[in-house]
């Protein structure tokens, strides 16, 4: 006999089977929703408890997670007692457990919650050759979904040992663009009485290029060569041009609403942030490469327009690095840069130069997120500093605000956003005004009403699936109630495009954890629910596979449509993990994302009765830019792990 802790573990000498700890495993290919997995403790690292009673072993983990493991066909047997850790208990948890082997289910505890009991898992694994255990979040969301797999072993002949999801292939699905002109992006666009107006043509196709355009309003004019429209507008109105491209290969047209009002951002923004590769590294030269990867890869070309500033880029009160260090204000109140960026006008009129628009951050509190000086008590003169440097954008982060709002009651939440939108638009230029508060006191209910022109729906996603399948599936995609408040002039923000290499938090970057699979979900989903397009990777190691995701025309027109609906849940199988979604769009047709968050490829079927249609409908599918034919009631499709499928349907 041999003791490990409080676990007996029985061994033959002839070599028999053996008891694995689940804990004695490498927990590192283990994937879950917050957190990380604890060895013998709950997922917080306090004892692990269930039903009033300590567990010595197991593995304490946060829903959603997985955990695949390699049996190889010699185990024998699976045990655990399972269930939501006492730490949490009166708190509003709920999971579930399953235990999946070569695509059996062999256990499914049904909804637990804290202070239910814990249940039994004592399973037949003979001749099976690979296992995953499954924690979901119940349907709602994954606050205090603390699950434990107490006292979890195996009966094997062999060791066990814990594995990768299958490996998937980076296949890149969207076309390249036709060497025939195509104009792209938004088919809107809104500028203020008398702000500059800063408009490219997005066109793909080969160069050179000769752009036209017929009704443009008195006080803009075209650049033919660049496709970029410039000056300002006296009188108020609403201006439909007809924007004309051409090259050697062919010509294209297409009608851009030019609006002149007070309504910004007639669509969903489309651009890059820095904040999720270069965190608190940003500089002015990370800035202007950013810019310059814009142009040359092509991304301007398909509608994206902002290059933004994340944090740090002010100073930084006692910091040690000089660059971070100084006066953080001159003689008028205004705030000043840090080191790393010497010259803020310079760096907007290069980005201007390249036709693109800039973007900047800062927070109602004292301090920014990461420490440095915010607009506290210095609003207005921090947007009139804003617009002297030339932005377009300001992304404006509760963070610090905490300390000073007086609470979280509808209107402590809306005060400080109300003030800067009032100032913001003192302006002699336009400013987009991103409200970043996290989802605070619904504020899709209230965000365009104080000035937003998009709010964050939820928290950060984090760089996992299980965080955006979480936030988005169950919170941020649960939107049908949200919906309503996301259109023309204000949009429901579920936070960045995770894509290609982003910071590990380690002062380098990695390549994102998403497989290719999830990257296509995650932009899927995005346009569906008409999300500002914001990446937030390194833009100057964008590969083939990556500007694919970003640049599917076809998915940005769904992304971009001037109608501004939100997509929402249609059907849904909680069983098989699958879902359809659908988003109605301006010429009739209806886009749908037919979802598979299982482990397991499965067929996922979208009904034209659940979207209100009947009769014969032409398919297209999106990602591929490929027409499907006709369909007499639906369109069914085998989905991957992980993945999508999205549809035009007419």
């Known amino acids: ?43 917080e690292g306090k004892p692990m408890t269930l039903g009033g009673k300590r567990l010595e ?44 082997a070569d695509g059996l289910t062999l256990f499914d505890s049904g909804v637990m919650k804290p ?25 709602d969301s994954i606050d205090y979904d603390h699950a434990d797999w107490g006292d979890a072993k195996i009966l094997a002949t062999a060791a066990p040992s814990t594995m990768s999801a299958p490996a998937e292939d980076r296949v890149v699905l969207t076309p390249k663009p036709l060497p025939t002109p195509r104009i792209n992006g938004a088919m809107a666009w809104g500028v203020r009485p008398g702000s500059p107006v800063l408009y490219t043509i997005a066109a793909t196709g080969e160069r050179p290029m000769e752009f036209r ?30 924007l004309h491209a051409k090259n050697a ?44 990867a814009m142009a040359s890869t092509g991304m301007i070309d398909h509608g994206y327009m902002y290059v933004n500033i994340d944090d740090c880029w002010a100073i930084k009160p006692g910091a040690k690095d000089p660059l971070l260090s100084g006066k953080e204000r001159d003689e008028r ?36 997120c990461a420490g440095f000086v915010g607009s506290y008590h210095h609003e207005a003169e921090d947007a009139a500093r804003f617009a002297e440097w030339g932005f377009d954008f300001l992304k404006y982060d ?38 970043c508060q996290y989802g605070m006191g619904n504020v899709w209910e209230w965000g365009k009403e104080v000035g937003g022109h998009s709010w ?35 949009w429901n923000d579920p936070d960045y495009l995770l894509l290609g290499y982003i910071s590990n938090w380690k002062g380098s970057t990695s390549p994102t954890p998403l497989t290719p699979n999830e990257q296509y979900t995650h932009v899927s989903l995005w346009c569906l629910l008409g999300a500002p397009l914001i990446f937030s990777g390194d833009m100057t190691r964008l590969d083939e596979f990556t500007l694919g995701l970003l640049t599917n025309d076809d998915l940005i027109d769904v992304d971009q449509d001037v109608l501004g609906r939100a997509g929402s849940r249609v059907a849904m199988d909680e069983a098989t993990a699958t879902e359809v979604w659908a988003k109605p769009l301006s010429d009739g047709s209806v886009a749908l994302g037919l979802f598979n968050r299982g482990e397991f490829e499965g067929t996922v079927k979208a009904r034209w009765i659940d979207v209100g249609l009947s009769g014969p409908r032409a398919v297209r599918d999106l990602w591929r830019q490929k027409d499907l034919g006709q369909f007499a009631d639906g369109f069914e499709a085998v989905v991957p792990r992980h993945g999508c499928v999205v549809i035009r349907v007419k």
């Open 213 to 242: 355009a017929d009704g443009l309003p008195d006080g803009v004019t075209l650049d033919s060569r660049t496709g970029r429209l410039s000056g300002s507008i006296a009188k108020a109105g609403e201006y439909p041009v007809v």
């Open 1 to 43: 006999m041999i003791l490990l802790g409080s676990l007996v573990l029985s061994a033959c000498i002839s070599g028999g089977p053996e008891w694995y700890p689940l804990s004695s495993l490498d927990l590192a290919p283990m994937r879950q929703g917050w957190g990380a997995p604890a060895k013998n403790m709950a997922v």
């Open 57 to 100: 072993n197991g593995v304490g983990t946060h829903a959603p997670s997985t955990m695949w493991l390699e049996l190889g066909g010699k185990a024998e047997r699976f045990t655990a007692t399972v269930g939501v850790d006492d730490e949490v208990m009166g708190k509003p948890g709920s999971v579930v457990f399953k235990v999946l």
């Open 333 to 368: 109140g205004r705030i000043n840069a840090n080191g790393r960026f010497p010259d803020m006008k310079g760096l907007t009129d290069y980005i201007h130069s390249k036709g693109l628009k800039a973007g900047i951050y800062t927070s109602p509190g004292k301090l920014t």
């Open 249 to 292: 290969k062919g010509v294209a047209e297409r009608t851009l609403m030019l609006v002149c009002g007070e309504t910004l951002a007639l669509t969903p923004h489309m651009g890059w942030n820095s904040w999720y590769v270069w965190e608190n590294h940003v500089t002015d030269a990370s800035m202007r490469a950013a810019a310059d």
């Open 398 to 435: 509760w963070c610090s605000y905490e300390d000073v709002s007086g609470g979280h009651g509808r209107a402590e939440l809306r005060k400080p956003y109300e003030l800067m939108a009032t100032l913001l638009k003192d302006q002699p230029r336009d400013l987009v005004l991103n409200l």
């Open 456 to 490: 964050r729906t939820a928290g950060d996603l984090g760089g996992s699936f299980e965080g955006i399948a979480s936030a988005m599936f169950r919170d941020g995609f649960g939107l049908a109630e949200r919906a309503a408040f996301s259109g023309p002039g204000g």
């Open 115 to 139: 202070g239910m009991q814990p249940k039994q898992v004592d399973l037949d694994l003979t001749g099976l050759s690979k296992m995953l255990l499954i924690v979901t979040e119940a349907g």
